[in-house]
């Protein structure tokens, strides 16, 4: 059995390239597998496409009839949504292997994928956030309860800026 970790994010219909873009750069910085999307608003505005990292190189960003088919074994659906009966994102215990759906961002989810998911989770908010920060809020969460063995020193040297060399010495 298998302990490595793996991460999908899906997008029920988004429709902001710019949103789309920002979450590919989380995909990277976080870590996830492959995104996933439905729908053709974003396909149409695909051209004004802001992945500044150009992570879509490296992370498959992949258009879809059905957002939950093809997915590893023992993946577990997680969507996050405002949804009666929904765990606060803060107590959620992350699986290993998860699929995390987000709706798009004037919209919600369908009923059937809630009623298809493992797990339905939101953030504790005063109204709702932009779809990109929703996604990056929620990879956060996952790799802090997840990930909680990272070297801090070299998680920094790694991952900081060329031009940034800064040093905390209190």
């Excluded at 996830?32 to 505005?45: D, M």
């Excluded at 920060?133 to 909680?148: F, G, I, T």
Aim: charged share 20%; glycine share 4%.
């Amino acid at each position: 059995m298998t302990t490595r970790l793996w991460t999908i994010i899906a997008l029920h219909n988004p429709k902001s390239p710019e949103n789309v873009g920002s979450i590919m750069r989380a995909a990277g910085c976080y870590q996830a597998n492959s995104v996933r999307y439905s729908g053709e608003r974003f396909s149409r505005a695909v051209k004004y496409q802001t992945d500044t990292k150009n992570m879509h190189t490296t992370i498959p960003l992949t258009q879809m009839t059905d957002l939950l088919s093809d997915l590893p074994e023992n993946t577990q659906v997680v969507c996050v949504e405002f949804a009666e009966g929904a765990a606060l994102l803060p107590q959620f215990e992350h699986p290993r292997h998860a699929l995390y759906v987000f709706g798009p961002e004037d919209g919600s989810l369908p009923q059937a994928i809630i009623d298809a998911a493992d797990h339905v989770v939101f953030v504790p908010t005063i109204g709702c956030m932009n779809l990109a920060a929703s996604v990056n809020v929620v990879l956060y969460d996952r790799q802090c309860k997840l990930m909680a063995d990272i070297n801090n020193e070299e998680a920094i040297k790694h991952n900081r800026d060329n031009n940034n060399r800064l040093v905390f010495n209190g």
